[in-house]
């Protein structure tokens, strides 16, 4: 087992090609489609009212709370992950300087942008 003809990564893919190629091959056929949305049929999706009785009654602004501390918490993360690389750059003089150099620009540049588009850039009084 020394010599692999496939390495594991061309398995992938090749699973990947051959689930596309099934799907592709074997889709529905119209009449199976249209007996997903024949009212006898048991995959006629569930009214608000039986969705609300399956949930049994929970508080919605509970969880609404607890969705919206976990999109907070996600875009914080990921802010946290994205900003702790750029902070090595400070650590030399070298780098310090055009990186400092490059975020002042950047929020000037975005300063000026909106601006710029809320109309209080006239061409007379630009401000650079």
Known sequence: ATHLLVKPAEEF???????????WLVHAEPA???AITDENSAFVAPHAQDLWSIAEGEDFWAN?????????????GTGYVIV???????????????FAIFIFLFFKFIRWTVQSMLGLNDVETIDY
């Open 13 to 23: 893919t090749l699973a990947l090609a051959v689930a596309f190629a099934y799907m």
């Open 84 to 98: 702790k690389p750029l902070f090595k750059l400070f650590s030399k003089p070298q780098t310090a300087i055009p």
């Open 64 to 76: 609404m709370g607890r969705y919206a501390k976990y999109a907070v918490t996600v875009v914080f």
């Open 32 to 34: 199976s489609a249209a």
